[in-house]
DNA sequence: TGAAAATGATAGTAAAGCTATCTTAAAAAA
DNA sequence: TTTTTTAAGATAGCTTTACTATCATTTTCA
């Protein structure tokens, strides 16, 4: 008997709360692993079906499409991450210690697990990074970003931008940087594994060590006085 | 009679050169056109096809799929901001100078137009913005590289990681500092337009001023000694 | 235990993503 | 100029994807 914990995602995301069910869990899970495994591109809810002994039609009682189904994925991860952060940098004062903090939190945020049994936050990290950025990179955006359906990640970048506020309140890019670290982390570390010459910075048996460095690096003289 | 440009790219990456046929060029400026109009996922060859009054079937002469007419795009797009750099800083010797030119160039590149007259520069610049990042994000990005499908990015990133390295030797990260420029230019020009919340920066009637003032503010903390 | 809700089974449709073949038109070689 | 090669158009067809609809069967829980 494990705690169950349930993340507060948009209800727009789904037609059916997927966490609330053996079946929606089966479908979180398995479509982690038939993503991370396959690619975005090539996931389809009928793969998905066969793999889960379901069908389409189940599927589709829980999810409009595969695009509101990694919506889905990269709002869980980021609050995930949020969660993190929170927990991570409970009664830490100073705000330059908070944002090292931050920065390791989310580069190594497979890690540190403090998992839920149906989602493996390691791969549904490798799928915010192969594929996250295909969350908002659609003609929707502007319906669904009025849905409420990208909050999770503004909330996020808010959290992370009041920190660099804090650290100098006359930097005058908080929320580009905050956005920026998450998006730099997600690229130098599948940049290492594709296209390394697209880098300076090797990830070797996911090993973000480096990641990590350069980011500590970059935010320290961005904001230094 | 017009002067002739013609972008030397990875012949992997299409069927038959379309920059060398009427029916080719068409492609190559219908494809932009429908592609920023109705987004990449809902672009097909089929209705390219009707819009320039050919068939599926010679489309798919030219290209094997949508995918890669889209990295020839993108390439297109790398290949000619790196002639726009090239141009910009002939005769430039100050790197600092060169980076500031550089940044200019890739940031309000469509407005410098050294025009192509079937490629329209400023819609091919937001597909770059909204879908280039999906060039690269696929199941097949280890396979088409080793193709050299992604040449054309990573010269226009050593190019950059030179001079940056010019202006300071000790900088450790200069590719990464090059490709985030381009990947934050895009995606900050995105974020404005779409999710004002990620950014602190606003792009007004396409003045994209602030997203390259961050940039030199970027570049310079970074790199001061 | 009985009604309501969730799931499964099955079928079907439109469009996407191709491939094949044949004919006609245009360009290049002879 | 005539022949021959090459490119493009027309048409057809096939598989997969992305869905919707309907009905039967479980499961839940009041």
């Known amino acids: 008997m494990s705690i169950e914990i349930k993340m507060s995602l948009n209800d727009g995301l789904y037609l059916r709360e997927p966490q609330d069910s053996k079946l929606g869990r089966n479908i979180i899970q398995s479509s982690i692993l038939l993503i991370d495994e396959f690619g975005f591109e090539s996931f389809t809810f009928k793969k998905l079906a066969d793999r889960i002994n379901s069908t389409e039609a189940s599927i589709y009682r829980y999810f409009e499409n595969k695009h509101l189904l990694l919506l889905f994925l ?33 580069v190594s945020a497979s890690k540190d697990n403090p998992s839920v049994d149906y989602v493996n936050e390691s791969k549904l990290h490798n799928i915010v990074i192969s594929e996250g950025g295909k969350a908002y990179h659609t003609k929707d955006v502007d319906d669904e970003n009025s849905k409420g359906f990208f909050l999770s990640y503004k909330n996020l970048a808010t959290t992370v931008s009041i920190v660099i506020s804090e650290i100098n309140s006359d930097f005058k890019y908080p929320f580009a940087l905050a956005t920026n670290l998450f998006e730099m982390s997600n690229n130098h570390i599948y940049f290492a594994k594709h296209l390394p010459k697209l880098t300076d910075i090797s990830v070797k048996e996911n090993d973000v060590n480096e990641v990590e460095n350069m980011l500590n690096y970059f935010t320290d003289k961005l904001l230094a006085d």
């Open 74 to 106: 990269v709002n869980w991860y980021w609050e995930w991450v949020h969660y993190l952060i929170h927990f991570n940098t409970m009664n830490v004062e100073d705000p330059r210690k908070k944002l090292k903090i931050i920065i390791h939190s989310f």
